[in-house]
């Protein structure tokens, strides 16, 4: 069965520090990658997506990066935190662009 | 860009009783839509896909399309109060999923 974790569960970090978030997927060869963010309140927002190893597309810009260094892996970073980076980042996989994605716990941020 | 559009903001319904949430877009060339629930700022567990007008039912939960009336549904039979969560309806359209602001579901015992 695929499992898909995210770390670190919640962070607290100050304006301007530097920020990587991480996303795993076990159990699934070449699978597409997402990142989500959520404000407290607010919408989902589709961050990024990958379909393979190296190869990341934006969809948000919200002074965020994302890499995927390996098949198994997704990160989103940032060198200077905003606070309205502040709100739930949530990693979801899936098969192909037909399947619903699977979704991680999830991260929250609070940018301070 | 698709405009997804959830109703009602939030919904209180007596276990047992039926609970139906709807959901607007904007854009009616997209096929793939979703619902998803959301326990308190948790993940997302995705309850039904349907790729096409008419009705996917998975268990209790069942989704209507209606694309010419850019209309999809979700219909909850027999609800339990663990299924109180935010349900998100999710509209995917060029490769990107678009979701509404979610409805609040509360099931009393």
């Known amino acids: 069965a695929q499992t898909i974790h995210q770390w670190p569960v919640a962070e607290i970090k100050a304006v301007g520090s530097p920020l990587s978030l991480g996303c795993t997927i076990k159990?699934?060869?070449?699978?597409?990658l997402y990142w989500y963010w959520q404000a407290t309140g607010g919408t989902l927002q589709q961050l990024f997506y990958?379909?393979?190893?190296?190869?990341v597309e934006s969809v948000v810009q919200l002074n965020l990066s994302a890499s995927r260094p390996k098949d198994d892996q997704f990160i989103l970073s940032t060198e200077k935190l905003l606070l309205s980076h502040s709100g739930f980042y949530l990693c979801?996989?899936?098969?192909?662009?037909?399947?619903?994605?699977?979704f991680g716990e999830g991260t929250r941020l609070s940018v301070l | 860009q698709q405009k997804v559009q959830q109703s009602p903001e939030s919904l209180t319904v007596s276990e047992g009783a039926m609970a139906s949430l709807n959901c607007t877009f904007s854009?009616?060339?997209?096929?793939?839509f979703r619902w998803y629930r959301q326990h308190s700022a948790k993940g997302l567990e995705v309850l039904v896909s349907?790729?096409?007008?008419g009705e996917k039912e998975e268990g209790r939960f069942t989704a209507h399309l209606n694309r010419a009336n850019l209309h999809v549904s979700l219909h909850i039979r027999e609800p339990q109060p663990s299924d109180s969560a935010v349900y998100l309806c999710?509209?995917?359209?060029?490769?990107?999923?678009?979701f509404g602001d979610g409805t609040q579901l509360v099931v009393k015992p």
């Open positions: 854009d009616g060339t997209s096929n793939n």
């Open positions: 979801a996989w899936s098969r192909n662009n037909n399947q619903a994605p699977l």
């Open positions: 349907i790729f096409s007008d």
């Open positions: 990958s379909i393979t190893v190296g190869q």
């Open positions: 999710a509209v995917n359209s060029n490769n990107r999923i678009f």
């Open positions: 159990g699934k060869s070449s699978p597409n």
